[in-house]
């Protein structure tokens, strides 16, 4: 699916009705160009799911786990990692 969403409100907007009716267990593959609002949605997604701790980007930290809402939130960011990469990281523990 693509979307393309006008504004940063619209955005977290759509990432806060997704969070009030995800089920535990969901996987968002989010993928875009830096900038183009994917932390914006990952934030809305934490408002809707009850998470009280301010989202940020786990560029550098790879993931960022968010555990005080409603379900826990793991915000995984592989944006500069090659594919070989990834496989070694075992993130299926987090599914």
């Known amino acids: 699916m693509v979307l393309t969403l006008p504004d940063t409100s619209t955005t977290h907007d759509l990432g806060q009705q997704l969070g009030r009716c995800l089920p535990a267990g969901t ?10 609002g994917k932390t914006t949605l990952v934030q809305g997604l934490g408002t809707g799911l009850g998470i009280t701790e301010a989202i940020s980007s786990p560029t550098f930290n790879l993931v960022n786990e968010y555990l005080d809402g409603r379900v826990p939130l793991y915000h995984i960011d592989l944006y500069r990692l090659d594919p070989a990469e990834v496989d070694g990281l075992l993130l299926d523990i987090y599914w």
């Open 27 to 36: 996987v968002l593959l989010l993928r875009g160009d830096l900038g183009s």
